[in-house]
């Protein structure tokens, strides 16, 4: 059959119609087929066609390069090669999933399989499954899209559709914070790229790009998260703290003497505080892609410190949890009465005592971060190398010079000054 598709001329001239003209470029009669599609009005499109066991399949691919198409549109050529290329991963995603019937992997698919694994791991998880659940599975359209036929336009059309609040309005009920949707944003990056290396065989060698562009985050300078307190004010808070409740209060203390995240606190162990020693050994927070674990930091605890954690280390194992508090079970007539002691797991378990201690303290609006601000700061207050203040905080000497850049020029002007020649 005589080719009719091959150039824009050739298909200015054909009827628009609904079924695609078919052409067939490999294998002969059931092989692959290019299709093209005439639309009424504008520009045509690319269709590519293979049967595979009895199984005819079919998808778009892109737009013709026919007069008044947008520039990516693919010529005849090349739409042959990305047909020959769909009907490869076609071949191989069959070959993989033999006769059990899966189905072609899709956004939801994807966000399943690594909320799975992610619960299995952290219990974070449960938070990250509410999240996705609410922003992103709801979205019937794009939960279906397959892996396949994802691009960073798809994933844009849905951020659009998302209810997102400028920095600087007050918080609306229904309106999702900028730092939520960067948070979002994290988890489907990581729940999509894990699919794209596992179907990696039957995907589009573009898609990594496609996730990486459609999932960037965006710029947030959100005024809370640069919070830095006094010595004053962190003893404020600590005394409210204990006052509030006396396992909170030592979580507290920890966090405010060290500067350490949530995560690290939680996962500290019995035999982590070394008070002979003056220090406590901070095991390495999760962030990063490097699956090995992370050295733990020995970071100098004070006197006073260690005195209020004196009650988490008498007569306890050093395998033991260091910081616990009560779990409570509903008893008779609906009340509520104490269970057992149990870790602290979630970062969410703080926020009613953290409400209570910053009333308490007179500080309202600070949020329990501003504790690693101002350790940080403290630090680089006190002519700490750069180096060291990163390593105490678990994190970057890049990050430190990117973030608390001009503590460190008050800093360094400071330690100048001292060594100045007096005339």
Do not use: C
Request: hydrophobic content about 45%; glycine content about 8%.
């Amino acid at each position: 059959m005589a080719t009719i598709i091959d150039t824009p001329s050739k298909r200015a001239k054909l009827a628009p119609r609904r079924n695609p003209y078919w052409q067939g470029i490999s294998g002969g009669r059931g092989g692959v087929s290019l299709g093209y599609r005439r639309a009424v009005k504008g520009f045509g499109s690319w269709v590519a066609k293979v049967v595979l066991d009895g199984r005819r399949l079919e998808e778009g691919l892109a737009s013709a390069d026919d007069d008044g198409a947008p520039a990516e549109a693919l010529t005849y050529r090349a739409a042959v090669a990305a047909a020959l290329e769909w009907s490869r991963r076609q071949t191989e995603a069959l070959e993989r999933r033999g006769d059990d019937g899966a189905a072609e992997p899709t956004v939801a698919s994807a966000i399943a399989e690594y909320l799975g694994a992610r619960e299995r791991q952290t219990v974070s998880g449960k938070i990250a499954r509410g999240r996705m659940t609410n922003h992103i599975l709801a979205d019937v359209a794009f939960a279906a899209t397959k892996l396949s036929q994802l691009r960073s336009s798809t994933i844009e059309a849905w951020r659009g559709r998302l209810a997102v609040r400028d920095e600087d309005d007050e918080p609306t009920a229904g309106q999702m914070a900028p730092a939520t949707l960067n948070r979002l944003l994290t988890d489907l990056r990581a729940a999509l790229n894990a699919a794209a290396e596992r179907y990696r065989r039957e995907l589009p060698a573009h898609l990594p790009l496609e996730i990486k562009v459609g999932t960037r985050a965006i710029s947030v300078q959100t005024v809370a998260r640069k919070q830095l307190l006094t010595d004053d004010e962190v003893r404020r808070l600590v005394d409210a703290a204990f006052g509030v409740d006396d396992d909170f209060g030592m979580l507290v203390i920890v966090a405010a003497a060290t500067g350490a995240r949530f995560s690290q606190i939680a996962a500290l162990r019995v035999r982590d505080v070394q008070a002979a020693r003056g220090r406590v050994m901070m095991p390495g927070s999760r962030k990063g892609r490097s699956r090995s674990a992370k050295a733990a930091v020995a970071v100098p605890l004070s006197s006073a410190v260690l005195a209020r954690l004196a009650p988490a280390l008498d007569g306890r194992r050093g395998d033991e949890p260091l910081l616990t508090r009560w779990a409570y079970k509903r008893a008779e007539r609906l009340k509520w009465e104490r269970d057992r002691r149990v870790p602290w797991r979630a970062a969410y378990e703080i926020e009613r005592p953290w409400s209570a201690t910053v009333a308490a303290a007179e500080l309202p609006g600070t949020i329990m971060y501003a504790f690693r601000h101002s350790s940080i700061v403290r630090g680089l207050a006190a002519g700490l190398p750069v180096r060291l203040v990163a390593a105490l905080h678990d994190t970057s000497s890049d990050m430190i010079e990117a973030h608390y850049a001009a503590h460190i020029v008050d800093a360094t002007e400071e330690l100048a000054r001292r060594v100045a020649l007096v005339a």
